[in-house]
T-cell receptor, first 116, second 118 residues
Framework: KAGVTQTPRYLIKTRGQQVTLSCSPI?????VSWYQQTPGQGLQFLFE???????NKGNFPGRFSGRQFSNSRSEMNVSTLELGDSALYLC???????????????FGPGTRLTVL | AQKITQTQPGMFVQEKEAVTLDCTYD???????LFWYKQPSSGEMIFLIY??????QNATEGRYSLNFQKARKSANLVISASQLGDSAMYFC???????????????FGTGTRLTVIP
């Protein structure tokens, strides 16, 4: 099976702009989760989508949003970019079965966003 | 609230030697899963090994094994016969409990940077 793919791999934006990142999960996976990784805060959970519905959300401002399509592909959007949004954004996919602690998340290569 | 602690910011190991990366966790859930991921400089998080809270035996996956001590709430990763390609960041992560909503997020530690010396 093909792995998780993320596009673009690198992005440079300026403050105030908005950005959309895309993630294609492993075939058959219905859950897509997004994480932000920064040197200062480490890996932080943004949100999870399952069957086109947001199932869980981390502690991020409303400028961060996402959606999932019927083919399980997901996009996340960040509006009004700030310098602190510079980070590696990782997408992960899994079967997503509810209440299953064994559900393993497989990550994509990430999108490295730089905000100038 | 769940918490993962990795106390070793960096570790060095000689090629072909074994190394243990520490991970302790804190949760009030009786049911949880523990995961280890490897992150090379390229950025991608690579799944290595999983241990469930109810598993009776320590997990093993090739050169990777988990030293799971439930009472001490530790899940240390052991890498045997280290290779140069093992040089990377290693993250311990946990998913807690049987959330009724099916919440599926992982809580990560701060990571350990492993350097394998030739």
């Amino acid at each position: 099976k093909a792995g998780v793919t993320q596009t673009p791999r690198y992005l440079i934006k300026t403050r105030g702009q908005q950005v959309t990142l895309s993630c294609s999960p492993i075939s058959g996976h219905r859950s897509v989760s997004w994480y932000q990784q920064t040197p200062g805060q480490g890996l932080q959970f943004l949100f999870e989508y399952f069957s086109e519905t947001q199932r869980n959300k981390g502690n991020f401002p409303g400028r961060f949003s996402g959606r999932q399509f019927s083919n399980s592909r997901s996009e996340m959007n960040v509006s009004t970019l700030e310098l602190g949004d510079s980070a590696l954004y990782l997408c992960a996919s899994s079967d997503g079965l509810a209440g299953t602690i064994t559900d393993t998340q497989y990550f994509g290569p990430g999108t490295r966003l730089t905000v100038l | 609230a769940q918490k993962i602690t990795q106390t070793q910011p960096g570790m060095f190991v000689q090629e072909k030697e074994a190394v243990t990366l520490d991970c302790t966790y804190d949760t009030s859930d009786p049911s949880y899963g523990l995961f280890w991921y490897k992150q090379p400089s390229s950025g991608e998080m690579i799944f290595l090994i999983y241990q469930g809270s109810y598993d009776q035996q320590n997990a093993t996956e090739g050169r990777y094994s988990l030293n799971f001590q439930k009472a001490r709430k530790s899940a240390n990763l052991v890498i045997s016969a280290s290779q140069l390609g093992d040089s990377a960041m290693y993250f311990c992560a946990m998913r807690g409990g049987e959330d009724q909503t099916g919440a599926n997020n992982l809580f990560f530690g701060t990571g350990t940077r492993l350097t394998v010396i030739p």
